[in-house]
């Protein structure tokens, strides 16, 4: 169970990471005004040479500065680089930064060939370091041999999406399929590190193989109904002509519903193969519908609890856009116009869908345990 768990967590971590990638290696250079940037480097803030209060009109303030840093690695180290962050020009995701902060700093090349720097943002590797080692601390103590088993299987997931998935997005292969493929490794790599190589691991697999083809299915077909793009976030925008190869964007809206569910399809199916595997061991008597009927009882109560994570697990990834309709409906807007809005209609169609494939695992799953699980 800490395996599966762990799977959740990985998927929505790597969510935030190819976010931030796209943020920090594309926004940033598109913000330079057609500049061109040479490198990036890290540094500290050593002393606050000017700063500067704007009024942004809706009775908030932002605090713009002009920061002395000396830089930390490669060839910056301890040069003295002046940044200049007052202008006219208002950056709503900059940050206030005191003497101390560490920082990663971007030479900018402008068209005539004056040099300039920004800060991109906190360096936040090092805290970042600690809490996957307290993380991967945690999961050791408390799981023992299925802790040691579950950080690999973190591993195993890392590389698989990291290393196989995203290299063959980029080189223009269809994201569905490669997905489809990039999953079923996952699934075979964390269900038999988790559970050993036995019947219960066959079965767990095909449980979760049958309950994922019919969220692909529906995500697919409601997809093709709803006419989504894939382009209403804003990570798959700047994504349009970074590569050599063009991207499928309907394709990688649908491969990640698919990986979004693995992990969650993955965690009813084990637990409930395991539900059934302690009901025949405390009573071997009992027959294949007495076995089914009281495994589908303890499906029930865990199914509700994974159907409430899984939409609380979007709808609070989701809650800036939920904010901003909120405040849409003092303009007029209505309910049934906020939900034709296609990053709205693709959270719904992502949570719905991969809801309805949850379900459908809880029963597969008991019946394939009760008739073949012995």
Known sequence: MI???TNVWVIMFLKKFFVIVAIG???????????????????????????????????TEKTQQNLLLIGKEGFWEDKE???EGISDLDIASSNVYKVGDKVLVQKIIGQEEEESFLIVDYVRSGKLALLAFLFALTIVLVGGKKGWRAILGLVLSFFIILEFIIPRIIAGNNPLFISLIGSFLILVGIIYLSEGVNRKSNLGLLSVFISLSFTLILSWLFVSLTKLTGL??????????????AIDFRGLLLAGMLIGAVGVLDDVVIGQLEAVKQIKEANKQLNFWQVFTMAYKVGNTHLGAIVNT????YAGASLPLLLLFTFGQSEGLTFAQAI??????????????????IALSMPIATFLGAKYLK
């Open 340 to 357: 034709n809005n296609e990053m709205v209609a693709t959270e719904i169609i992502r949570t719905l869908s991969g809801s309805i494939g």
């Open 3 to 5: 395996l599966n768990f």
């Open 25 to 59: 290696g594309i926004i940033f250079p598109l913000f330079a005004f057609a500049q061109t940037a040479s490198d990036i480097f890290e540094a500290k803030v050593i002393k606050i040479l000017e700063e500067k209060q704007i009024d942004r009109g809706d009775g």
């Open 232 to 245: 209403a976030s804003e990570e798959a925008v700047f994504l349009i002509g970074t590569g050599a190869h």
């Open 81 to 83: 680089i002046k940044y």
């Open 310 to 313: 899984l939409f609380l697990t």
